[in-house]
C-alpha cells in the first residue's frame, strides 16, 4: 500500500537558526499547510500522518485524506490506495468519498433548517403536518425538531431484505412502523429521522432533494464535487466501498453504499452524498464564519447557532443539535481536547467531520474504511486524530474556554479516564461488580487477549460506563465482537433480534436471540476469549444465563476461555422458590435448577460447567463488598431496567411469580406502565378475582381489583380486567406462590379461557401442573417440592462464591 513519506522521516533536526527555517519550509511544503504556519505544529500533524498509516498497515482502511484547518492555516493530505480491488490506485487529494450519515449534516439538516429559516417549516411542529400519512401509534405527537435530535422513538432504520423500492416505499414503510419510545425521552439514532427531514423538505419546497441542495448550498459554496448520484465523467476519482450485493466480484463505485439510500434511489436525507475533503472543508469553513463565506451567505447566524446547540432535553444526558452531534456516544472523533460544545458528525463508511467553534478549527478524515469487504474500522483514529488536530493549534489553550459544556454522565472512551477512579465514587460505599474489580486490576486478566464481549446496555459499572468502552480502551486488550442476547445490544427490542454493527465503535454485533442462539464458530474465530457481562433478575426461565450457558458450550468446543464478570443477584442470594425443572430443557429452561435459585452468574457459570461436563476454560471476575441477603437496593448500584418490561426491583421481585404466566392466555402487565405488577384478561372479574386472592391471605402480598388496556403484547388494545399486585412485606413474599395461586383459580374459574396447560411451558413441572389443575391446597402443591429443593441446596452449596 502507498503510504505518505516526508522528508521529516529521515531530515535530522538542528538548533541552528538558519537549519531550522530551512527544516520549517520543507515541513511546510511537504505537508501541504498554508497560510500562517506557525498556528500548526509540524510535530502533531508528522504525528497524524503516523497514525493514519498505521491503520493502513493494520489493514484498518485502504487509505484516507485528511484536512486540518485554523484560521488561515491549513494541513491537506492523501494516504495509501483509493481502492484494492479488482485493481489498486494510489489515493489523491481530491478523491470523492461516499459520506454515509454525513449526508445528514451536508444534506438533510442543512436542507430543512433554510426552510425553517423562512419559515416554511416550524421546528416545533407535528412531522404529520407536512407527511400527513405519519399518523397512529402516537405520531401526530412526534416534531421536526424530534427528528432532527433523534428524540422522535421511532427505530434506527427500516428493512431493506425485500424487494422495494424508493422514496414512497420508505416513508410508507416509516409511517407503518410503531414508536419504538415515547418521543422527545431518548436518543435513539435513526436514519429514519432524516430521510423524513429529506422528505419535508421536498413537499415544502416542490424540489427534489438533490436539486434543492444544489442550488441553496453546493452551487453558492462552490463545493464543485458534492451532490448526489455522480455524474460517469467524475466515476475514476470515486472511493469504492464493498462488494455490489447485486453483482459478483465487482464493487460499489459511484452508488450508494446504505441499503436504504440505495432502495430508496440513492438519494436520501441520511445518506447518499459524494463529497471531496476540499469541499467539506468550504462547508466547516462557513459554519465557523456563522452561515457566510466569501461574501455568500447560506444561513443566518442565528440559525447556525441554533443548529449546532444543544437541543435535546436536559434530562437526556446525550446532548444534540439540531442533525449535529455535541456530546454523546457518538463523540468521538472530539478526542480529549476539543471543547464540550464543538459538534461533528461521522459517517459509516469511514468519514468524520469536526468544528469547534471556540479556536476556529476543524478536521476532516475520510476514508473508505468498508472497502472492499466490510472488516475495517476507523473509529479509534477519529479520536486520535481529533486530539492531535487540537494539538497541533499552538495559539489557543483548550484548557480556559469558559463557555465549554459541563461534563454529562457519559461512557468513558479515554484510557487516562478509564483508569482513573474518581475519589468521589471511592467514598461511596457499595459492591464492585465483576467490571468494577476488573477495572481495580488494570484488567490484567484479559491482557494480550483478543476478545468477544457478551453484554447488552446492563455492561456498566458503578459510575454507569460501559463496559464495551471499558474494554474497548483497555489497555493491551483487543475487543474485536460485540454479542447480544434477548432484547438486542441496548436492551430495546421485543422480538427477535438480527446481526449488526455498533454504530458507536463500529464492532459487529452478532444477534444471539435470533438465527443463532449460540456463537458460530466462524464468529469466533480469532479470538482468545468470551467475556459476559449482562445484568440476571434471579429467576430461571429469565434468558440470559442461558444465552451464557450456550456461550460456554461454543467457548468450549472452538478452544477459547471464557470469562464471567460476576453481579450481584438483584433479588439476593439466600431465597430458594419454586419447583425445580423436570422435563425438557430449552431456551428458557436451560438446566435443572429451581424457579428461583439464589444464584449469581459467576455461581450458575460453575455449576453449568461442572454439571453439564463442559470443556470450558472458565474464570469468574468475582465481586466485592456482596451480602448474600442484600437486594439490589442495598448495594449502592445504580439501576438498569434489566430489558423492557423488568423496569423496577418490584418487578424483578414479583416476576418469578408472575413472570411464570406468560404463556398463558393472560395479560402479566406487558404494554402498561408496571408490567409483572397487574394481571388481567378480558374474560376475567377483576373484584371477584382480588377477593378471592386476597381470602388465600399469601405472604407480604395484596390484590387490588383493576382494569387496564395493554398498548402491547397479549390483549393488546383490549380492555383487561384483573389485579394490581401490591407487594406489601417483600422479605417474606413467597412470590412463586402468587403464580401457582392464580393459576389455581383461573384454572378453575375459566379453564376454557386460561389455557392452563400452557403454564408449564416456564414451569417445566409436570406434577405440579396437574396438582394445579386438581385445585390442590397450596401447601399440598408445595409439599411435591421439598425432595428436590433440599438436593437442589446440596448441589448448589459447592459453587457458591460469597
Avoid at 93 to 112: E, N, Q, R
Avoid at 155 to 174: F, Q, R, V, Y
Wanted: proline share 6%; with cysteine; charged share 25%.
Amino acid at each position: 500500500m502507498k503510504k505518505l513519506h516526508c522528508l521529516t522521516t529521515w531530515l535530522p533536526m538542528s538548533k541552528s537558526s538558519a537549519l531550522t527555517l530551512v527544516v520549517s519550509f520543507l515541513l511546510a511544503c511537504c505537508s501541504g499547510v498554508a497560510g500562517a504556519a506557525e498556528t500548526l505544529d509540524h510535530a502533531k500533524l508528522h504525528k497524524m500522518d503516523a497514525e493514519i498509516n498505521q491503520a493502513i498497515d493494520e489493514e484498518r482502511c485502504p487509505g484516507g485524506v485528511v484536512w486540518v484547518e485554523h484560521g488561515r492555516s491549513h494541513y491537506w493530505q492523501a494516504y495509501g490506495n483509493r481502492a484494492l480491488v479488482p485493481e489498486e490506485e494510489t489515493m489523491t487529494k481530491d478523491t470523492i468519498f461516499d459520506l454515509a450519515s454525513l449526508t445528514k449534516v451536508v444534506a438533510g439538516t442543512p436542507a430543512i433548517m433554510i426552510l425553517i429559516e423562512r419559515g416554511q417549516v416550524k421546528l416545533d411542529e407535528p412531522v404529520h403536518t407536512y407527511i400527513p400519512e405519519f399518523t397512529g401509534d402516537g405520531r401526530e405527537k412526534v416534531t421536526v425538531r424530534q427528528l432532527l435530535t433523534h428524540t422522535s422513538g421511532l427505530l434506527p432504520d427500516i428493512e431493506t431484505s425485500t424487494d422495494w423500492h424508493g422514496k414512497a416505499a420508505a416513508i410508507k414503510k416509516a409511517c407503518a412502523e410503531k414508536l419504538r419510545s415515547k418521543p422527545g425521552t431518548v436518543i435513539r439514532y435513526s436514519d429514519v429521522n432524516l430521510f423524513m427531514a429529506g422528505e419535508i423538505v421536498e413537499r415544502v419546497s416542490g424540489c427534489k432533494l438533490e436539486d434543492f441542495v444544489q442550488k441553496e448550498i453546493y452551487q453558492p459554496l462552490k463545493m464543485v464535487d458534492t451532490g448526489y448520484l455522480p455524474p460517469a465523467e467524475k466515476l475514476s476519482r470515486i472511493a469504492p466501498t464493498e462488494y455490489d450485493p447485486n453483482k459478483s466480484g465487482s464493487v460499489l463505485r459511484g452508488v450508494v453504499h446504505d441499503p436504504t439510500a440505495r432502495h430508496m434511489g440513492g438519494v436520501a436525507g441520511h445518506a447518499g452524498l459524494f463529497s471531496t475533503a476540499h469541499d467539506l472543508a468550504r462547508y466547516a469553513r462557513m459554519l465557523l464564519n456563522e452561515g457566510t463565506l466569501d461574501g455568500v451567505q447560506i444561513f443566518k447566524p442565528e440559525t447556525v447557532r441554533l443548529m449546532t446547540s444543544v437541543q435535546t432535553p436536559p434530562e437526556i444526558p446525550e446532548r444534540r443539535g439540531l442533525g449535529w452531534d455535541i456530546d454523546s456516544g457518538f463523540s468521538r472523533p472530539r478526542g480529549v481536547l476539543f471543547p464540550r460544545g464543538s459538534y461533528g458528525h461521522t459517517g459509516w463508511t469511514g468519514t468524520c467531520l469536526w468544528i469547534d467553534p471556540f479556536s476556529k478549527t476543524f478536521f476532516i478524515f475520510l476514508s473508505n474504511r468498508v472497502h472492499p469487504n466490510g472488516s475495517g474500522n476507523v473509529l479509534p483514529l477519529y479520536g486520535t486524530l481529533g486530539t492531535l488536530s487540537a494539538e497541533a493549534v499552538s495559539d489557543f489553550d483548550f484548557a480556559l474556554v469558559t463557555d465549554e459544556l459541563p461534563p454529562r454522565v457519559p461512557a468513558r472512551t479515554t484510557k487516562a479516564e478509564i483508569q482513573t477512579i474518581d475519589a468521589s465514587d471511592n467514598d461511596v460505599p457499595g459492591v464492585l461488580n465483576g467490571i468494577d474489580v476488573l477495572e481495580k486490576q488494570h484488567f490484567a486478566p484479559l491482557k494480550g487477549m483478543r476478545i468477544g464481549l457478551v453484554t447488552n446496555h446492563t455492561g456498566q459499572d458503578r459510575r454507569r460506563y460501559s463496559t464495551i468502552h471499558l474494554l474497548r480502551n483497555a489497555p493491551g486488550v483487543q475487543l474485536k465482537v460485540l454479542f447480544s442476547p434477548e432484547h438486542g445490544l441496548y436492551g430495546a427490542l421485543d422480538e427477535p433480534v438480527g446481526d449488526s454493527v455498533d454504530e458507536v465503535t463500529g464492532l459487529p454485533v452478532y444477534s444471539l436471540y435470533g438465527k443463532h442462539t449460540a456463537p458460530t464458530r466462524e464468529q469466533l474465530k480469532g479470538l482468545d476469549a468470551l467475556v459476559y457481562d449482562i445484568q440476571d433478575v434471579g429467576c430461571r426461565f429469565y434468558t440470559y444465563p442461558s444465552t451464557m450457558g450456550l456461550c460456554m458450550e461454543a467457548a468450549g468446543k472452538a478452544g477459547i476461555k471464557f470469562f464471567v464478570l460476576d453481579r450481584v443477584n438483584p433479588v439476593n442470594g439466600v431465597t430458594i422458590d419454586g419447583p425445580v425443572l423436570k422435563g425438557k430443557t430449552s431456551f428458557v429452561a436451560y438446566h435443572p435448577i429451581p424457579v428461583r435459585h439464589g444464584m449469581t452468574v459467576g455461581e450458575l457459570a460453575q455449576m453449568f460447567k461442572d454439571e453439564r461436563k463442559l470443556n470450558t476454560d472458565l474464570t469468574v471476575i468475582k465481586m466485592e463488598g456482596w451480602n448474600r441477603e442484600h437486594l439490589y437496593d442495598e448495594t449502592a448500584l445504580p439501576w438498569k431496567n434489566l430489558s423492557p418490561n423488568m423496569r423496577s426491583l418490584t418487578e424483578a421481585i414479583l416476576y418469578p411469580g408472575v413472570g411464570l404466566l406468560e404463556r398463558t392466555a393472560l395479560s402479566v402487565g406487558r404494554g402498561t406502565g408496571t408490567p409483572f405488577e397487574v394481571i388481567g384478561a378480558p374474560y376475567i372479574h377483576d373484584i371477584r378475582l382480588a377477593a378471592e386472592l386476597n381470602k388465600a391471605c399469601l405472604k407480604g402480598v395484596r390484590f387490588v381489583p383493576v382494569r387496564f388496556t395493554p398498548t402491547d403484547s397479549v390483549y393488546k388494545g383490549q380492555s383487561c380486567a384483573g389485579v394490581n399486585i401490591i407487594l406489601t412485606d417483600r422479605d417474606h413474599c413467597e412470590v412463586v406462590d402468587i403464580g401457582i395461586m392464580i393459576a389455581k383459580v383461573l384454572n378453575r374459574w375459566y379453564p376454557d379461557q386460561f389455557e392452563v396447560d400452557k403454564f408449564n411451558v416456564l414451569l417445566v413441572n409436570k406434577a405440579t401442573l396437574e396438582a394445579i389443575k386438581e385445585d390442590a391446597p397450596l401447601a399440598d402443591i408445595k409439599k411435591l417440592w421439598t425432595d428436590d429443593l433440599a438436593k437442589f441446596k446440596e448441589r448448589r452449596a459447592k459453587y457458591l462464591l460469597y
